[in-house]
């Protein structure tokens, strides 16, 4: 059987547990009160009609219950013995390796946390600085939502895990994409650039990222993004990215003001995603208001900080092409 990888975020109603789960040897997700949903001869609607009765049956439609639905079937359903799992924890990430079925323990419930897994931590338990992870697991780590497949980033995962298990000394390669970042970090916040040039640098990125079309929104015609980039899926399926840059040191950090900018351009414009781009730093208010315009409308919006993005153009370079 193939091995699968998954993010998970430990903090069931917004309480962090990952203390918790490190001591328990389990994974812990919410929406405890969505009692019965380990039968496995739920089907699908069945098993989101639980979580809707319980969580969702004020809302006007099925989008908020089949999002929360959606995490717990993949904690349930399709996390199973051998896969890995990512916990993000500040600044650093924890690793475990699935051991057991998913649980219910019923006792539980009043603290949002019934919903269990067995698991092995790697590393020692030990945490694993997000600096040795690749440009996309830290970008995984970041998404709205609380269980996100990882799979396509396995690799990714195993290379960070390798070289935290592994306890040897930086090598040249590591000391000098180290050094690339923290130099393309500078150029960023004090280099001959300024916010017009930050705009031109980021449709290169995008246009060397796969971006068939990246336009600059002219001042005059901004609604709330800067630029308009559009991807086209398999060749068939066109999604359309607003993208707000903010060529900012890193105080103060972007605030939940520009992330509601830019969901009044995301809307304006009828983009598919959001995109917050930043020399600087992120705010906890505008993580918290881009999780909350995901929660809301299921659109999501990536906030990459000046780190985050100068370690993307380290790792992909300036294409044009």
């Not at 013995?81 to 993000?88: C, K, M, Q, R, T």
């Not at 180290?178 to 017009?196: H, P």
Request: net charge negative.
């Amino acid at each position: 059987m193939s091995q699968s990888g998954f993010v998970l975020r430990i903090a069931p109603g917004g309480e962090d547990k990952v203390p918790e789960a490190l001591r328990s040897g389990e994974l812990i997700i919410g929406w405890a009160e969505a009692g019965g949903l380990l039968d496995s001869n739920l089907s699908w609607e069945s098993f989101r009609d639980i979580v809707r009765r319980a969580y969702y049956a004020d809302q006007p439609d099925l989008r908020r219950a089949g999002g929360a639905a959606g995490h717990l079937w993949r904690f349930i359903r399709e996390m199973k013995p051998g896969d890995l799992i990512v916990v993000p924890y500040g600044a650093e990430f924890f690793v475990a390796e699935v051991s057991g079925p998913a649980t219910d323990d019923r006792a539980k419930v009043n603290d949002d946390s019934a919903y269990r897994r067995a698991v092995r931590w790697l590393n020692g338990g030990k945490p694993i600085s997000r600096q040795l992870a690749r440009s996309a697991l830290v970008s995984r780590m970041k998404t709205q939502g609380t269980c996100a497949d990882a799979t396509d980033l396995l690799d990714e995962i195993k290379e960070c895990l390798g070289l935290a298990e592994s306890g040897q000394a930086p090598t040249f390669q590591t000391d000098l994409q180290a050094r690339l970042v923290r130099e393309v970090l500078t150029e960023l916040r004090s280099g001959r650039i300024e916010s017009f040039g930050f705009e031109r640098l980021i449709q290169t990125v995008l246009r060397g990222l796969g971006a068939e079309e990246v336009r600059i929104v002219p001042r005059s015609q901004d609604k709330g993004a800067d630029l308009l980039a559009t991807f086209r899926v398999a060749g068939a399926f066109q999604q359309v990215v607003a993208v707000q840059a903010k060529h900012w040191h890193p105080e103060p950090p972007v605030s939940r003001d520009v992330v509601e900018q830019l969901i009044r351009g995301i809307e304006a414009e009828s983009a598919n995603l959001g995109m917050v781009v930043t020399s600087g730093s992120i705010s906890d208010a505008a993580v918290q208001a881009a999780e909350q315009y995901f929660e809301e409308k299921g659109i999501r919006i990536e906030l990459l900080d000046g780190e985050q993005f100068a370690k993307l153009m380290v790792e992909h370079g300036i294409r044009t092409s």
